[in-house]
């Protein structure tokens, strides 16, 4: 999930840095506090919060749009069965097929987002946000530039195909606990008990 905090700013402003060879390794746990330590004496406090809203716009859009074509796949995977109980296999599948659809369709927000975060507010040209940062990516470097790091974004969707096809098959075996629990109780199963509850024992 992505948390538009001054940590979200550091992330990459600490994978973005560059390490002269001769430069002392910083102390175990300092990288952080001199990422934004930096940023402050280079933008102000103002600077901490920059890519605030490719944050916003691109983790909202990921997750939104990842759920809907998951349960759009998943529902094409069952047909006209509502009954029909997707397999792991196709669980991975699935996750995997959303994932990668996702990665393309916003992948031009992350472009923006890191570019917002390589650059100061100090720079002749600083990419301010995403507004004026997809249009100005597009006329000097066209649709390549806005695709970078796509293929790497591509190679990422396994780690959440595996955490959903994982996620899926402990749900359906927790519903079967319920289930069997529920009728040695002598009640009925019904499709709504399906769902599972933080409250449940």
């Known amino acids: ?27 175990f746990g300092t990288a952080v506090y001199s990422a934004l330590k930096d940023c402050v004496k280079q933008d102000g406090w103002a600077g901490l919060y920059r890519g605030l809203t490719p944050n916003l716009v691109g983790g909202a859009s990921s997750w939104g749009l990842y759920f809907l074509f998951y349960n759009m796949i998943k529902k094409q995977m ?38 917002v975060f390589a650059s100061t507010l100090k720079n002749p040209t600083p ?5 004026d940062g997809l249009p100005y990516i597009y006329r000097n470097e066209g649709l390549r530039g806005l695709y970078k790091g796509s293929l790497l974004a591509l190679v990422g969707v396994s780690n959440g195909s595996i955490q959903f096809a994982a996620y899926e098959d ?31 024992p």
Do not use: F
């Open 78 to 115: 069952q047909g006209t069965d509502p009954t029909y109980q997707t397999t792991s296999s196709q669980h991975l599948l699935a996750a995997a097929e959303a994932s990668a659809i996702t990665a393309m369709l916003t992948n031009p927000i992350w472009v923006v987002k890191t570019r």
């Open 127 to 131: 990419y301010k946000g995403l507004i």
């Open 170 to 200: 402990i749900k359906a075996r927790r519903a079967k606990i319920k289930r069997r629990l529920i009728e040695q109780n002598g009640g009925t199963w019904k499709r709504e008990d399906e769902k599972l509850v933080s409250l449940e």
């Open 1 to 27: 999930m992505t948390t538009p905090s001054p940590l979200s700013t550091a992330d990459p402003i600490v994978s973005l840095a560059k390490t002269p060879a001769a430069a002392a390794k910083p102390r």
